[in-house]
Nanobody, 125 residues
Framework: QVQLVESGGGLVQAGGSLRLSCAAS????????MGWFRQAPGKEREFVAA????????YYGHSVKGRFTVSRDNAKNTVYLQVNSLKPEDTAVYYC??????????????????WGQGTQVTVSS
């Protein structure tokens, strides 16, 4: 079992920045990849970024590449998502997720088996 707790969301003006955190606990050794997804009202959950837990390889969704950066601190069992140059269309609930099944950098919701509760990011224009 893996438990995930996100934090760092909030209300920010367009062009602003936030740093989201995801603290993992439990069976950390079983984590292969950590992912970030987001879901806006009335839309499907969308892949944002992912990072390989051991090797550090990173993957990004097309709409955030160049603006968002995913990183990890293995000593703290925490993954971060630095979100810069925010746009109103970035408004969503942001979720972190853990893959313990061996998928590397997956873009698919179904390939992550543990999820956090989400943190709201609201970008005003």
């Amino acid at each position: 079992q893996v438990q995930l707790v996100e934090s760092g969301g909030g209300l920010v003006q367009a062009g602003g920045s936030l740093r989201l955190s995801c603290a993992a606990s439990g069976s950390i050794f079983s984590i292969n990849t950590m992912g970030w997804f987001r879901q806006a009202p009335g839309k499907e959950r969308e892949f944002v970024a992912a990072i390989n837990w051991s090797g550090g390889s990173t993957y990004y969704g097309h709409s955030v590449k160049g603006r968002f950066t995913v990183s990890r601190d293995n000593a703290k069992n925490t993954v971060y998502l630095q979100v810069n140059s925010l746009k109103p269309e970035d408004t969503a609930v942001y979720y972190c997720a853990a893959d313990t099944l061996g998928h590397s950098g997956s873009y698919y919701v179904t390939e992550y088996d543990y999820w956090g509760q989400g943190t709201q990011v609201t970008v005003s224009s």
